[in-house]
């Protein structure tokens, strides 16, 4: 029942053709731990046309971004504030919970109960771009069956289970609450995914395969060469860089050093990876560079010509991937994780 349950609303109303977008908050909470990988007690995501966008749990206790441009688009404050929004969330489903399975009779169970509550929107794209509202969902699940949901058209809520009666008639009482929820779905809602898919847009199109270079110099001692992979303007950051001696990938035990990712001056990313070796070695090696984003797995090798690689190209190839200054994130407000609903006892179930 408790994997079930938690899949059964992730599914919900999630599936969108090219022409619409949607983004959705899906919290997920327990009412006691369970002993399962992956499954926590308490759990909160964002999906933009499905993809997750952000994800906090009960074990880490913080929200963190789950794509490159929310990390670099929005500021660090609006990630504290999703995590103190979020923790606040976490104590409300545990009241909630506990007065559910008081109402149900199962105040006593030794099994686990679920509790979901998804929130979110859809939007058509006008023919000049913009989103316009199509749908907007806000509902709540129990043990995996639907228990109550919103009806914008109607601005009340709707209660899908006899239990789910007391609920519907304490929020429908709070008008200032039906009027906020339907605002928040109809207009602000659609005003962050407006922001996000632009956001997701522009990131696809500064998607930038890296280039690779393999190269040798002459290092302090005569006997032996300094071998150098370099891979750079790519974008986004997330690489695989690796050097291998016939097959084993070499490791900071023989001797590896990498300059990890460095920002270039053009919004692109550099990284590195040397390794000294003897002249007389007669080994394989190869550089392998993996950039998933633009689809690139690449395997350069190093032959007799490149250790004799000139100078000169070698500091151009460096200068051209100098670091310049990181990309400041947008200042935008955070709002987009709605607090309507507070652990009082006017707005609990």
């Known amino acids: 029942m408790i994997l079930f349950a938690v899949v059964v609303l992730l599914g919900t109303a999630l599936t969108v053709n090219c022409e619409t977008h949607s983004l959705h908050y899906i919290y997920t909470a327990l009412s006691k ?62 009241v909630n919970i506990g007065i559910l399975m008081e109402r149900m009779g199962q105040s006593d169970s030794a099994n686990p109960h679920v509790l979901q509550w998804m929130v979110g929107c859809e939007g058509k794209t006008n023919s000049d771009g913009t989103l316009r ?51 928040y779905l109809e207009n602000e809602c659609i005003d962050w995914l407006s922001k996000f898919v632009n956001y997701d847009q522009q990131q696809l199109k500064k998607k930038s395969p890296p280039e690779v270079f393999v190269f040798a110099k002459k290092a302090k001692v005569e006997t032996k060469l300094i071998l150098t992979c370099l891979a750079t303007g790519f974008y986004p950051k997330d690489i695989i860089v690796r050097i291998r001696r016939n097959t084993r ?38 550089c392998e560079v993996i950039h998933e984003a633009t689809g690139v797995d690449v395997t350069k ?16 190839l460096f200068l051209q991937s100098e670091p310049g200054a990181p990309l400041c994130p947008a200042d935008l407000h955070h709002s987009v994780l709605i607090t309507v609903l507070r652990s009082d006892p006017c707005q609990s179930i």
């Open 33 to 94: 731990p369970v002993s399962l990988p992956g499954i926590h007690q308490f759990t909160a995501m964002g999906l933009l046309d499905g993809r997750m966008i952000d994800y906090f749990d009960s074990e880490n206790q913080v929200t963190v971004p789950r794509q490159e441009w929310m990390r670099e688009r929005l500021p660090a404050d609006y990630w504290d504030r999703g995590t103190q929004s979020r923790k606040s969330k976490q104590q409300w489903f545990k």
């Open 133 to 183: 509202f199509v749908r907007g969902v806000h509902m709540y699940n129990y043990d995996g069956d639907d228990f109550l949901s919103f009806d914008a058209k109607n601005g009340v809520w709707v209660a899908q289970t006899p239990e789910a009666q007391p609920t519907k008639r304490k929020w429908d009482e709070v008008k200032v609450l039906n009027d906020y929820t339907k605002g």
């Open 249 to 286: 990938v070499l490791t900071a035990d023989d001797g590896l050093k990498s300059s990890g990712v460095l920002p270039n001056n053009d919004e692109s990313f550099q990284r590195r990876e040397s390794v000294e070796i003897l002249k007389s070695d007669l080994s394989k090696f190869s």
């Open 301 to 316: 090798t190093w032959g007799k010509k490149l250790y004799l690689l000139p100078l000169l190209l070698i500091i151009t």
